[in-house]
């Protein structure tokens, strides 16, 4: 939980499969107005390599760079909206928001949150740090970690599940770091700018099974991009 809550995507359903794509397309929109040629747009070259990572079609990944860019007629604009407050047992919450209609989408998180608390901006941010993350794995025998975080530019590292690093960034070295990683024998996983808990809450068994009931349903809303929970592992 130190960095986004469920960055992993488990769900196999093609309810949750279309949910995953509907968000990613949603990042890539938005990543496109500064440019379509991911070449020129090192956020939008990260989204896509994020939703082919998710199997996302390529014919859907292209369609969803022409509506950012306004390439299309359809094309819907995005608003970023980010809210912060507590899931149950005051555990600090950051949700970050895409939407096409603000009215809705803070009605809907009010409504989630009925069973935390919401807050006004700033109310829980202090508490996070907002860094580059990627998570990358060693490309072969002998890649070590700490020399790679040094010649890539990395701020720092951690372990990760399953062999990988996570390498920990500035958010203007986001780029530059993902792009330096597989030359010191690292395979990026993903890389994405996001929200670390500097003091993560320790629950019990039966308070935590609350938390990440709560924090499943902001998730499932349709507005909702990423959800940063400062809950420990």
Request: glycine share 8%.
């Amino acid at each position: 939980m130190g960095a986004q809550w469920k960055t992993k995507i488990k769900e196999t359903t093609a309810a949750a499969k279309g949910r995953i794509f509907t968000k990613l397309a949603k990042e890539i929109m938005v990543a496109a107005r500064a440019g379509a040629d991911p070449e020129m747009n090192s956020k939008l070259r990260m989204s896509i390599d994020q939703a082919k990572k998710a199997s996302m079609p390529k014919d859907t990944i292209e369609r969803a760079i022409k509506k950012g860019a306004g390439l299309l007629d359809d094309g819907v604009t995005f608003e970023k909206v980010i809210y912060e407050g507590f899931a149950p047992h005051r555990v600090p919450v950051i949700v970050e928001c895409l939407t096409d209609n603000v009215n809705r989408t803070v009605t809907n998180i009010r409504i989630l949150f009925r069973k935390g608390q919401l807050g006004n901006s700033g109310s829980v941010a202090w508490d996070f740090d907002y860094l580059g993350m990627i998570e990358a794995t060693p490309a072969a025998a002998g890649a070590d970690a700490e020399t790679a975080a040094i010649e890539a530019g990395a701020s720092d590292l951690e372990p990760a599940e399953n062999g990988a690093t996570l390498f920990l960034t500035a958010p203007s070295d986001l780029d530059a770091v993902s792009r330096a990683l597989p030359a010191q024998g690292f395979t990026v996983q993903s890389a994405q700018l996001g929200y670390r808990p500097k003091n993560p809450v320790t629950l019990g068994a039966t308070e935590r099974a609350e938390v990440e009931a709560f924090l499943e349903e902001v998730d499932a809303d349709d507005d909702v991009q990423n959800v940063y929970a400062g809950l420990a592992d």
